[in-house]
């Protein structure tokens, strides 16, 4: 069989055998159809973000890790070493134009909502704005 998602499969392959847990224990417990996980670990189908995510929070890993999408396994990995909020921006896995999506992309790494990120920047740029009209 033709794998299509090698880096996928063995990413997630390899966190299974690391938490000893197999397939039809991450489908009950992250919510995820045990086939749908089967074609995953078999490199056949690529995890839909929403699937990707609730088999990373399961494992306890970062879902563009998983994805294959960043170098780094987990979140404490990605921000190890790092002092400023600008080291913070530097390694998140999709390109962002400007901070604010960065910042938004980062939220929603750490375990925000979409929504509730958006929420978060918005009232950070009207933060700023507010304060640069005051100035």
């Given at each position: 069989m033709l794998m299509k998602y090698p880096e996928t499969a063995r990413r997630l392959a390899s966190e299974l055998e690391l938490k000893e847990m197999?397939?039809?224990?991450l489908a009950e417990k992250s919510g995820?159809?045990?086939?749908?996980?089967?074609?995953?670990?078999?490199g056949t189908h690529m995890p839909s973000v929403e699937s990707a995510k609730?088999?990373?929070k399961v494992l306890g890993v970062n879902y563009s890790w998983l994805l294959g999408h960043s170098d780094?396994?987990?979140?404490?990995?990605?921000?190890?070493g790092r002092k400023s909020l600008e080291d913070f921006m530097?390694?998140?896995?999709?390109?962002?134009?400007d901070k604010y999506?960065?910042?938004?992309?980062?939220?929603?790494?750490i375990g925000?909502?979409?929504e509730e990120a958006r929420?978060?920047?918005?009232?950070?740029?009207f933060l700023k704005n507010e304060r640069e009209e005051q100035s």
């Amino acid at each position: 069989m033709l794998m299509k998602y090698p880096e996928t499969a063995r990413r997630l392959a390899s966190e299974l055998e690391l938490k000893e847990m197999n397939q039809q224990t991450l489908a009950e417990k992250s919510g995820v159809n045990k086939a749908s996980i089967s074609q995953y670990v078999n490199g056949t189908h690529m995890p839909s973000v929403e699937s990707a995510k609730k088999m990373a929070k399961v494992l306890g890993v970062n879902y563009s890790w998983l994805l294959g999408h960043s170098d780094y396994r987990t979140v404490v990995d990605a921000f190890a070493g790092r002092k400023s909020l600008e080291d913070f921006m530097k390694p998140l896995p999709e390109p962002a134009s400007d901070k604010y999506e960065k910042l938004e992309n980062y939220l929603q790494l750490i375990g925000f909502t979409y929504e509730e990120a958006r929420d978060i920047c918005r009232y950070a740029r009207f933060l700023k704005n507010e304060r640069e009209e005051q100035s």
